[in-house]
């Protein structure tokens, strides 16, 4: 896997893809494909290179809470098949949000990285009170002897293609829509920690998955999914219930749980990575937990078919 570094860590010189990246979807990895193509006129090897903020700056500044569609570990995965070498991620603060825009381009991106080139989108804003432009970069980056390259925003119908768009989609349990925007599959991971064993009396024993908490989560309800075991193990087929239980515990807080259809493992302690493929229903309320019981195998029927068309696999070992 790629390394990921703070600024005095990383390889230089570098190429830098500037930006947030989050969801790496089709626009992105235009801006990435800028600094991954050939330097003509460079006369020394520069290192592809990503460059991103954290933690995000509304964070910094204004409080507010910004979920990743990637974690920067999930990232790393993400972008070396593109052709990057190596992740940055600088340190946001007050102090370099002060930063007017010549400044930070002297200071991070010529002296702390050695850039030889960066590449942004037409959209990018850069220093205090985001004064700066594509423009301002441009100006600067040559003053300094660095090629700048502006790549266009990618549209995709009436509306560009962005990470809000995506998160749009997930929110709205539209887990197709957002997948085309990734054009790849949106997937989370967490490790299985000890439940109430609720589902386990119903008879539909599941895995509690403990997830990170800046990562997004798409809409409350019950999915088809599937799911693999760290080491490899799957695609499995599974349903998964995301959100509260307003039947059993209605107090209870929301909670990732899903259960493997037709599989029995031991799954204490491992990690779980997880692929929603449809939204099945919203959660409710039932009348009993028999009535809960019921919904849950009609849920589990249709996951099992879902599935298993995506390659899933539902076998019971030898001795089940």
Do not use: C
């Not at 995965?77 to 946001?92: R, T």
């Not at 102090?95 to 989108?121: C, H, K, N, Y």
């Not at 809000?164 to 991971?189: Q, T, V, W």
Request: aromatic share 4%; proline share 8%.
């Amino acid at each position: 896997m790629i390394p990921l570094h703070d600024p005095p860590g990383a390889l230089r010189p570098t190429a830098v893809a500037l930006g947030s990246f989050d969801g790496l979807h089709r626009g992105h990895r235009r801006v990435i494909a800028a600094v991954t193509a050939p330097m003509p006129a460079a006369r020394e090897r520069v290192v592809p290179t990503v460059v991103s903020f954290w933690p995000h700056p509304r964070e910094v500044l204004h409080g507010e809470t910004r979920l990743r569609l990637d974690l920067p570990e999930e990232k790393l995965e993400l972008l070396e098949p593109l052709g990057i070498a190596q992740l940055v991620l600088v340190p946001f603060t007050r102090e370099l949000a002060a930063l007017t825009p010549e400044p930070f381009v002297r200071q991070v991106l010529a002296e702390r990285l050695q850039a030889r080139r960066i590449a942004v989108g037409t959209n990018f804003r850069f220093g205090v009170d985001r004064r700066g432009d594509v423009d301002d970069l441009a100006r600067i980056g040559a003053s300094l002897g660095i090629d700048v390259q502006v790549v266009p925003m990618l549209w995709d119908g009436a509306e560009r293609v962005s990470s809000s768009r995506i998160r749009r989609a997930l929110a709205a349990g539209d887990i197709d829509e957002a997948a085309r925007l990734l054009e790849r599959p949106y997937r989370f991971s967490g490790q299985v920690v000890s439940g109430r064993g609720l589902g386990r009396q119903l008879g539909w024993p599941t895995a509690n998955l403990a997830v990170d908490g800046r990562k997004f989560l798409p809409l409350e309800g019950v999915y088809a999914a599937l799911a693999w075991r760290d080491g490899g193990e799957g695609p499995m087929a599974a349903v998964m219930n995301l959100g509260p239980q307003p039947t059993v515990d209605p107090l209870a807080p929301s909670a990732v749980e899903v259960h493997l259809l037709q599989r029995r493992l031991e799954l204490a302690g491992a990690r779980l990575t997880v692929q929603p493929l449809k939204l099945l229903r919203r959660q409710q309320a039932f009348e009993s937990l028999e009535a809960l019981s019921r919904q849950i195998r009609l849920d589990a029927d249709r996951a099992l078919e879902m599935g298993r068309s995506a390659g899933g696999e539902a076998l019971l070992p030898a001795d089940g």
